[in-house]
Each structure stands twice: as C-alpha cells, then as structure tokens.
C-alpha cells in the first residue's frame, strides 16, 4: 500500500546570497534544506515528490507575495535541498517574482506544501515566521531617510546635503530654468571664452541626439515587454515541460473472493470479486450478467496486474487449467498460461504478473477454464499453531506505473 502522507521535518532554512553581494536580486535565493519522513517517522528516501513553497506577507493563505513548485529527489538520508526564489530547471515559478519583495516592509511567513504521489495534490506542512532577513536583501529596499549623516563620493553618495553644494561639485550651472542656447555642451567645447562652436561640433551634437531612443524603439520595446511569458500561460503542457515529467492520478486497487468458484468443462468461467481491501481511482463493476467480475479504472494509463488463484480438485488425478486476462470483454494478446495441478484436495497456487495498458473507464477480467468438473477456486479459513490469516481463493491487486 502506498503512504497517504508524508511529514517535513525542517532542519534549518539559511539564507544564501548566488554571487557577490553587489549582483541583482535575480541572483540572490533563500537556502532552504529539509528531510521527508514517513507518517511513522521513517526516512523517504530517493523519493520523487513536488515542494510547493509560498512567501506570505501573513500567516493566511491569501496573501501570497511570491510562489514557486519545485519537482525535487530526497536522497539516501532523505534529504532535499531548494533554492527559493532562484530560476531553474524542473521549477515552476506560479505567483509574482522573487525580486519584487520588498523585505523592509514586515515580517513574512514561508508555507510548505508537498505532493508525494506527483499528482498536483499538495498536502499542507505547516507555515513559518521569517524572523530574520538578511541585510543584502533588506538593503536594496532602504529609504534615504533611514541613513544618518552624509554619504562621501568614494561610498557612492554626494558629500553634500543642498542642490547648489552639488552643483559645484559636479561643475555644472545654468541647468534649471535655462534655455537650450545658454546650456553648456561639454567643457572641453568652451575652452576659448567667445570661440565659436565649429561645423564639426554641431554635427556631433545632432548625432547624439538623433541616437535618442526613438518612436519605433519604443514599440519594439514594448511589444518585447508584451510578449513575456505570463502566468496564464502555465498549462497542463508548460508545466510538464518545467517539471521533467507528467504528474498523474495515483490509482490502485486490492479485490479478493472467498466463495468456490468452478463451472462447466472446457469453458470460460470469469472470476467474481465480491470484496476490496483497498482502492484508489479503481473499483469493481458488474458484468452484464450482473455479476461483479470487472475491475474498473478511473484514469487511463500503465498498470501493472497480479493475480494469486488457489485451486484444489477433490479426486485423485491431476487436472489442466488455462488462466487468461480480458479487457474489455476480449482477450488481452499473450496473457493466458496452462497449468497441471494435482489432485487429492492438494492445494494448488496459480501467480502472474503482467502490464496492462488501460484506458479511461476502461476495465479488465480474470478467466479461468477446467477438463475436470471436480476442480474449483476454493478459500482456506484461518489457520491456527501459528495462528495465521484466512486464504481468498483468489485475490488481484492492481497498481498505475505511469
């Protein structure tokens, strides 16, 4: 039986700057490491599964400021390691942009999501404070009016605190409220005092201003900005395609029956199954004799079938048995197989193993036929000295493999 839910223990989550703490914000990502277990605390390990990992300005799950899924493979120890907020391969980036998060102006709480059966269905871990925020991402958010004192020009400030201190710093005059004619070009232009500006000089002022971002830059711009791939695009196909792989529906299925079942000689006899250990997207249906020999699927895909039948012939004897599969209603190519089982109430087990390709609603049965009218399915009741479980007299279990 598969696992219904995993527990994320977390380890640590440390934050990381990619690069200098100079490059921009798409290159910066929070660290984060974690190990999967089992319901009862057992390590998952090399187990494929999807992390879903939101970034919320609250602890409620409508104010999401970033979101990413993230297809991950715990290894030998279970452990998984994320890069949040950074752009790579099997990622899903499905909310806002990392970047934009402006970590000046609260706490915020990460959300842990997991789908351990790859199937989109995301099972809530529980949801974190940030309590801290490193200064790299806290400094490309903060304001001027946070910083004491004046910034030297060697720092990257100005050195001053007025427009007209600024002005003599930066040699420059005559820039507000003044006409073009009385704006100085460069200062090498006006190294004469009265020196006419040349034929040359004016040449290369046009230039230069003809080199201005134009009308039709400004379109191919713009349509470039339009033609970004936005949310809304995330289909069924793209996210395949980030992930690596198809998710799919987890479908399985466990039948049994413990009534005798036997019937007329050199003649196709279907197995009823009038019990369930376990199902998912599977179930047993009738046939049109209204009698429950059909294993539905609700999903199309790979299965793969297995089936254990306890024959017994009560004369002495031996007997030959054919054991096939049908869907539905013909014969499924190269699945039947010819047993000889012994007589005198000896118990006789009949196993296989086959895949089965199967589509949606689609179902499959289990034939048997006899020579000899003595022989028959039959269930064993619990057994004691040791005590051990009653045997179906025949059970099926039937599992999605794609």
Request: hydrophobic share 40%; no cysteine.
């Amino acid at each position: 039986m598969k696992m219904k839910k995993i527990n994320l223990l977390l380890i640590y989550i440390l934050l990381v700057l990619l690069g200098r703490a100079q490059t921009q914000n798409s290159n910066k990502s929070i660290h984060f490491q974690g190990v999967a277990r089992s319901a009862v605390g057992l390590i998952i390990a090399d187990k494929k599964l999807n992390v879903r990992l939101s970034i919320l300005k609250d602890s409620s799950q409508d104010a999401i400021e970033y979101q990413e899924i993230k297809s991950i493979t715990t290894n030998v120890l279970g452990l998984f390691f994320i890069e949040i907020g950074l752009q790579e391969e099997n990622k899903v980036i499905s909310s806002k942009a990392f970047s934009t998060i402006n970590w000046s102006e609260q706490p915020y709480f990460l959300k842990i999501e997991i789908d351990i059966n790859n199937d989109l269905d995301f099972v809530p871990m529980g949801t974190y404070k940030l309590s801290s925020v490193p200064y790299a991402f806290y400094a490309d958010n903060v304001l001027a009016s946070h910083i004491n004192g004046l910034i030297n020009i060697t720092q990257g400030g100005t050195g001053v605190n007025n427009i007209k201190d600024l002005k003599n710093i930066l040699v420059i005059d005559k820039v507000n409220n003044t006409p073009d004619s009385l704006k100085p070009i460069t200062k090498a232009t006006f190294t004469l005092i009265g020196e006419k500006l040349s034929k040359a000089d004016t040449l290369s002022i046009s230039n230069r201003i003809n080199t201005k971002l134009n009308k039709a830059d400004t379109l191919s711009l713009s349509n470039r900005i339009n033609q970004k791939k936005g949310i809304d695009d995330l289909n069924g196909e793209a996210i395949i395609n980030l992930l690596g792989f198809a998710p799919v529906k987890s479908a399985y299925g466990s039948f049994y029956d413990t009534t005798r079942q036997s019937g007329p000689i050199n003649t196709a006899i279907p197995i009823n199954w009038n019990f369930s250990l376990v199902s998912n997207n599977t179930n047993i249906t009738n046939n049109s004799a209204l009698l429950p020999t059909r294993i539905t699927v609700t999903h199309a895909g790979v299965y793969r079938l297995t089936y254990n039948l306890q024959f017994i012939k009560a004369d002495a004897g031996n007997d030959e048995i054919s054991v096939w599969i049908r869907r539905n209603s013909a014969a499924y190519l190269y699945t039947n197989n010819n047993y000889t089982i012994q007589g005198g109430a000896i118990k006789n087990h009949i196993s296989g193993t086959y895949y089965i390709d199967l589509g949606d609603l689609d179902y499959f049965e289990i034939y048997f036929s006899i020579k000899n009218v003595n022989t028959a399915l039959t269930y064993s009741p619990i057994q004691s000295t040791p005590s051990r479980p009653a045997t179906p007299a025949a059970v099926v279990s039937i599992e999605s493999v794609n």
